[in-house]
């Protein structure tokens, strides 16, 4: 176990520095809940104001995670916040494989409507692909993923080249928009490939002009009273008729 009592120490500019710029191979993660839940063998540094009420999640780190006793002071200056958990681990990520279905955020700017869409992307089997915008690993998104960052398939990658990988992968790619050439989702699912990727347009502009031309379908979901959904909505709802309908095609065979 380290010791820190100055907020001038080294350690904490290094975790302000993984605060800046989060990776897969390090970023924060803030809480008991979420701590606890997540395998040990991710955590890479754990930090904690109270020794003794944690002392059986540091004897489950192994060997080569740093393990740091901080202040109260401390604890604030690294978590960033006023009210700060006594508990904050930099933890890695382990990706699972690429799934078959997936959901491909194009620039959305809102780290909350991007951690929302990876918890619910976890809970109907997709996998995210963020193209700019919001990072899926800052904090504000991994607080907003519930933890689910950790378990789920999500990548930050140039989209037109992840469109058009998946495209040469046999994934259809499937644009929200509503235009004349659009078809509502709950006929769109009716015949859902197998491997199938719904790309959502940013909160202002939508989708790109040149991700439009690479769609091989474009869909749109029916809605009355409001021009639009809030982006992150918009994704649970595909998510959910998505697996709706194969849950239902799995039945029946």
Request: net charge positive; with cysteine.
């Amino acid at each position: 176990m380290k010791y820190i009592t100055s907020r001038k120490n080294p350690v904490v500019g290094q975790i302000n520095s993984i605060r800046t710029k989060p990776s897969e191979e390090a970023f924060l993660l803030q809480g008991e809940k979420f701590i606890n839940d997540i395998d040990p063998s991710d955590i890479k540094m754990l930090f904690t104001t109270d020794e003794k009420k944690y002392a059986s999640l540091f004897e489950k780190l192994p060997q080569n995670s740093e393990k740091f006793l901080v202040t109260a002071e401390v604890m604030e200056k690294l978590s960033g916040t006023v009210s700060p958990s006594s508990l904050l681990a930099v933890v890695c990520k382990k990706n699972p494989p690429l799934p078959k279905k997936l959901i491909l955020l194009d620039c959305l700017q809102d780290p909350g409507n991007v951690g929302t869409v990876v918890r619910t992307a976890k809970a109907f089997g997709f996998g995210v692909i963020c193209g700019g915008g919001a990072d899926p690993l800052s904090e504000k998104s991994v607080r907003s993923s519930a933890g689910a960052c950790l378990t789920t398939f999500v990548k930050k990658l140039p989209m037109i080249d992840s469109v058009e990988s998946l495209k040469k992968n046999g994934y259809a790619i499937y644009g929200t928009a509503l235009n004349q050439y659009s078809c509502d989702l709950q006929s769109a699912v009716e015949n859902l490939p197998e491997k199938v990727a719904f790309i959502i347009g940013s909160e202002g502009k939508g989708m790109s002009p040149k991700l439009f031309s690479l769609c091989d379908k474009t869909v749109y979901i029916p809605i009355e009273g409001v021009e639009s959904l809030n982006a992150a909505v918009a994704a649970g709802i595909i998510m959910y008729e998505s697996s709706a309908k194969i849950k239902s095609k799995e039945r029946l065979l």
